[in-house]
């Protein structure tokens, strides 16, 4: 663990981060940390083209399954 002092932050958003660690018990040097890496992960997420999915085996009996739904949410055609 290391001790640091940080310039500039929004009083609002460290308001708000210090009344959420006090709800859920925990300091705010931890709620901070969790905040921290949220967001360097968010930064790490790639966003992929429809183009680049592959289609997910469900196994057998699943070849329509699509259509099933279909036919759950639209009623037959």
Known sequence: MKTIT?????ERAFNELK???VKRKINVGIALT?????W???LK??????LEWKPTNYGPGTEHLSEQIDEVLYGDA
């Open 40 to 42: 360097l992960s968010s």
């Open 6 to 10: 940080v310039k500039e932050v929004d």
């Open 34 to 38: 969790w905040a921290i890496e949220n």
């Open 45 to 50: 997420k790639t966003k992929k083209s429809l």
């Open 19 to 21: 009344a959420e660690a």
